[in-house]
């Protein structure tokens, strides 16, 4: 693809692409996916696993490697879903969570969107106030203005630029994890006292594995954003492979090695801030190096939330163009950011699991309605009408499950803490249940290829 189109300012917004618009190859998902994880936020997430929660180094592995092959086999799978339908991730939800319960969950997504971006600058800013010493609000305002740039270009200036961070974070970050190794004296061990307060190792567990979901359930949501333009592409079903299996490894591979990477650093520090996971002990030679992937690791992942949450807000009905509602993402998430950065970790986990709350239910829709089309048992009400009614079903009834001290703890979890936080798993199971209930199976002709039922307005 020549320069001047990577660097055309996309226009497409939420339309369906057209056959002379399909470009790319599945191989770039790879670069993608890996590079929007070889980041320090990657590492902050599995620090929480020993730092926090109190695990040994064997625990901790277990919980994440079972929380990736899950969450990364659920983005691999959406991620086919752009080349079945050519649309983004929020748009194809039309037609199973119907348009006024779309709007609402797109309106979710667009949260979930600008929160990362502020997560991920925070943590790059706090990095970036250990290594160089910078003001932390200041740093989080530059940063913001370089991601917002990238994202409101689009689609294919960010594939672009994804390659070429891809090569430059992996290999700083294979040094940073012998550097990590050389320093690491000895493996986490368990920690009595952090896992007594969240109901032992098994609780421990469960929570660090819905953790690692919830970081993966954001991704998911926009998986079908970055491969949209793989349709009309080839073979499909190949194709639909090939894509499958890129972004897989890609998730997989990057997220489980910094997650581990994470998790033996956390046992060896105070961990109170993103700054105490890399501080004295780098040496100097390293820290220029450093330095640049920590700027360059933060806007890796965060031109993809602005990107993707841009293009929910606009499925949400917001009535901006594509590149207005980039600059609305990367606004919102800057006060987010400026505002929310104090007491860190404990922000972080609490929107960590608020995120996959109200994001894992709504996957079980949206695997039965893709491959086993179902209909509505009552007349009068529509198909889409009961999917959202099932995602909101199984988010009610995860309620007594949530773990959230001292913000809220539901009573199966007060009564057994060794169970951690299971509201996901019990959220997914019931939504199941309730859409399998409220439909029936759809015994038509094959479904197309591109769904015909799409209308949602486009700006």
């Known amino acids: ?34 590079a929007a994880n070889v980041e320090f936020a990657t590492i902050t997430t599995g620090a929480i696993a020993t730092g926090v929660f109190g695990l040994s180094a064997f625990d901790a592995i277990a919980a994440i490697v079972v929380a990736n092959l899950i969450g990364c086999t659920l983005l691999g799978l959406f991620s086919t879903y752009g080349v079945e339908y050519g649309l983004p991730q929020m748009i194809q939800c039309v037609n199973w969570f119907g348009k006024p319960g779309n709007r609402f969950l797109s309106f979710l997504n667009f949260l979930n969107g600008f929160s990362w971006f502020a997560v991920n600058t925070v ?63 000895h493996f986490p061990v368990p920690n ?53 299996l890129n972004t897989f490894l890609g998730a997989f591979i990057s997220c489980v090695w910094l997650e581990c990477l994470g998790a033996f650093i956390g046992a060896t520090v105070q961990l109170n801030s993103p700054s105490d996971l890399f501080t004295a002990w780098i040496p100097e030679w390293f820290r220029p190096l450093l330095i640049l992937a920590i ?72 695997i039965i309605a893709h491959f086993w089309p179902r209909r509505s048992r009552w007349s009068g009400i529509g198909i889409g009408h009961l999917g959202f009614f099932a995602w909101l079903i199984g988010v009610l009834c995860s309620i007594p ?3 959230q001290y001292p913000l809220f703890v539901g009573p199966f979890a007060r009564a057994y803490p060794q169970c951690g936080d299971i509201s996901f798993f019990v959220g997914a199971f019931a939504t199941t249940i309730a859409y399998l209930v409220l439909t029936a199976p759809k015994f038509a002709e094959a479904r197309e290829a591109v769904p015909s039922s799409v209308d949602l307005e486009t700006p």
Request: one cysteine or more; aromatic letters at 14%; charged letters at 15%.
């Open 192 to 244: 009595a006292k952090s896992l007594a307060e969240v109901g032992g190792v098994s609780g421990a567990f469960l929570l660090t594995v819905s953790i690692m979901l919830s970081w993966l359930g954001g991704w998911i949501l926009y998986s079908s954003d970055y491969t949209r333009y793989l349709c009309f592409r080839e073979n499909r079903p190949q194709m639909k492979r090939r894509v499958f």
């Open 401 to 403: 499950f949530f773990n």
């Open 123 to 185: 943590i790059g800013s706090y990095a970036l106030h250990a290594t160089l010493g910078t003001n932390i609000d200041q740093t989080i305002i530059v940063l913001t203005i370089v991601q917002v740039f990238i994202a409101l270009i689009g689609h294919d200036f960010i594939v672009a630029a994804e390659r070429w961070f891809f090569y430059f974070l992996t290999a700083v970050f294979v040094i940073l994890t012998v550097l990590s190794f050389l320093h690491i004296t």
């Open 295 to 366: 700027i360059v690791g933060t806007v890796s992942p965060n031109i993809l939330n602005i990107y993707s949450a841009s293009l929910s807000a606009l499925a949400s009905g917001i009535k901006l163009k594509q590149y207005q509602a980039a600059l609305l993402t990367g606004l919102v998430g800057l006060a987010i950011a400026i505002f929310g950065h104090n007491n860190f970790y404990k922000h972080y986990e609490l929107l960590l699991f608020f995120l996959g709350y109200v994001i894992i239910p709504r996957f079980p829709v949206m």
């Open 1 to 34: 693809m020549k320069t001047a189109d990577i660097l055309t300012v996309e226009s497409k917004g939420i339309a369906r692409i057209d056959p002379d618009e399909a470009h790319g190859t599945p191989r770039a998902l790879f670069r993608l996916w890996a």
